[in-house]
C-alpha cells in the first residue's frame, strides 16, 4: 500500500488515506501544533513544566512543546518534571530512558519521589492503604502524582503543566466518568483542564490531545527513539484498563469510534462546565499541608495519614 | 507459509505456521487486536494490509505501554 500523498511505502492506514514515513511526521507534528494553537495551550508568558515519565508519550510531548517553542520563536522557560512513584521493574527503566533523552535534547530533568515526599514508595504504601480503604493502586497513584506534579510545579514556578495525554486517555476517561454519572469530573477534562484558573493549582494542557495511542507510539518508532517497552504491573488492576479493551475492540470493528468520543465530548463540555459554575466545588487550602483541597484535609494527605498509622 | 514472529510485550520468539497473506490476517490468527500493535520487517514499519512473505522475521511491537 502506498501513501496517498506519494508514491512512497505507507507506514499507516488512517480514516482518511495511508501514509508513508515522510508524510505522517508532518501530520502528527502538525496536528499536536494546531491543537496548542487552536486551545491556545501555551503563551508567551507561561512557564511550562513538561510532566514526564520517560515513556513514549511524555518523551513525544517533551520534544514536540521544545520544537513548537523554536518554530514559533518563543521564549518560554521549559523544563521537564518527573515522579518517581516507586514501582520496582518498571520506573527505574523508563527514567533511565528519560535521562538519556534529556541529556541528548538539552532540557533540565527535575524529579521528586514518592518515598521522599510521602514517606513510601507506592509498593510499600499499597497493601496499607488498600486493607483499610479498598482503593486501588491505580486510584491511589494517581491522587499522589496529581499532587506532587502540581506542587512541584508551582513550587518551580511553572504556570503550566503540559501531559502527554492522548486521545485513547481522553476517550478511556470520558467514558469512565459516562459511565459512573462522575459530570462534575467530566467537566474538568478537555485539551485544557479544569474550569477556573485556581490560584493554587497549575493548569495542565495536552498537545497529544488528537493523536491516538497508536500514532504516539508509530512516532517514536519512526524519530528512531529507544523507548522500553514497560507497562505498568498494577495497569490491569484497574477500571480503566477494561475500559481501554473495550474501546480497543470497538475501534478494531468501527474505525474512528474513540475520534467519535472526543468529538462528542467536546460538543457537550461548554454545557457541562457551564452547569458546574452553576454551583463550583469549594476549593480550600488542606489543614495538614496548604495544598488545594475540596474537604478539610485533601485526599494525599487521608493516604499518608493512614500508612503513618501503621 | 513460515514465518517467525517476536513479540516485543512478553519478549518470545515463536516460529509459525500461517496460511493467510496479510498483517491484519496475521493479527487476526494471534489474536491480536489491531489497534493495539504495530508491525515491523526489518525495522519498517508495516500497513495491515502488507503482504507477507515465506520467511519473514516479524516483529510485534506494543502500542499501549505505561500505566
Known amino acids: 500500500m502506498n ?13 482518511h488515506g495511508s501514509l508513508c514515513k515522510s508524510h505522517f511526521l508532518s501530520y502528527f507534528e502538525e496536528k499536536v501544533f494546531r491543537t496548542i494553537n487552536k486551545f491556545q495551550l501555551i503563551e508567551r508568558k507561561d512557564k511550562l513544566c513538561i510532566a514526564t515519565s520517560g515513556g513514549k508519550d511524555s518523551l513525544t510531548v517533551l520534544y514536540l512543546t521544545k520544537k513548537y ?8 522557560e521549559l523544563f521537564a518534571l518527573a515522579v518517581d512513584e516507586g514501582i520496582a521493574k518498571y520506573r527505574e527503566k523508563t527514567l533511565r530512558d528519560l535521562h538519556h533523552f534529556c541529556r541528548e535534547q538539552n532540557i533540565r530533568l527535575e524529579t521528586v519521589s514518592f518515598n521522599e515526599e ?75 483542564s479544569g474550569i477556573e484558573e485556581q490560584e493554587l493549582f497549575v493548569q495542565r494542557v495536552k498537545p497529544l490531545y488528537f493523536c491516538l495511542e497508536k500514532e504516539v507510539r508509530l512516532y517514536t ?40 468520543i472526543i468529538n462528542s465530548f467536546l460538543a457537550m463540555l461548554p454545557l457541562l462546565r457551564e452547569e458546574e459554575r452553576k454551583q463550583p466545588e469549594e476549593i480550600k487550602p488542606c489543614q495538614e499541608c496548604g495544598e488545594a483541597a475540596n474537604q478539610e484535609v485533601c485526599n494525599a494527605c487521608k493516604m499518608k495519614a493512614i500508612i503513618q498509622s501503621c | 507459509m513460515k514465518i517467525s514472529v517476536h513479540i516485543e510485550r512478553t519478549n518470545t ?34 500497513t495491515e494490509e502488507e503482504t507477507l512473505q515465506e520467511n519473514d522475521l516479524l516483529e510485534i511491537l506494543s502500542v499501549i505501554s505505561g500505566g
Open chain 1, 221 to 260: 518508532i519512526l524519530k528512531g527513539w529507544q523507548v522500553q517497552f514497560a507497562e505498568c504491573p498494577y495497569s490491569h488492576t484497574g477500571y480503566r484498563h477494561d475500559i481501554q479493551e473495550m474501546l480497543n475492540e470497538f475501534e478494531q470493528k468501527y474505525k474512528g469510534t474513540k475520534q467519535g
Open chain 1, 118 to 192: 510521602l514517606g513510601k514508595n507506592l509498593d510499600v504504601a499499597y497493601p496499607f492503604i488498600n486493607k483499610g480503604t479498598k482503593k486501588k493502586p491505580c486510584h491511589i497513584c494517581g491522587v499522589w502524582r496529581r499532587y506532587l506534579l502540581n506542587k512541584q510545579a508551582r513550587d518551580l514556578g511553572a504556570t503550566k503543566v503540559v501531559t502527554g495525554h492522548n486521545l485513547d486517555d481522553e476517550a478511556q476517561a470520558i467514558v469512565m466518568n459516562l459511565f459512573k454519572a462522575n459530570t462534575k469530573i467530566a467537566g474538568r477534562l478537555g485539551p485544557i
Open chain 2, 13 to 46: 520468539t515463536q516460529k509459525i505456521d500461517f496460511s493467510g497473506i496479510t498483517v491484519r490476517q496475521l493479527l487476526c490468527q494471534l489474536d491480536l487486536n489491531l489497534e493495539t500493535v504495530l508491525v515491523a520487517r526489518n525495522n519498517e514499519v508495516l
Open chain 1, 3 to 15: 501513501c496517498h500523498k506519494c508514491d512512497a511505502k505507507a507506514v499507516i492506514s488512517l480514516q
Open chain 1, 69 to 76: 517553542l523554536e518554530k514559533y520563536n518563543c521564549n518560554n
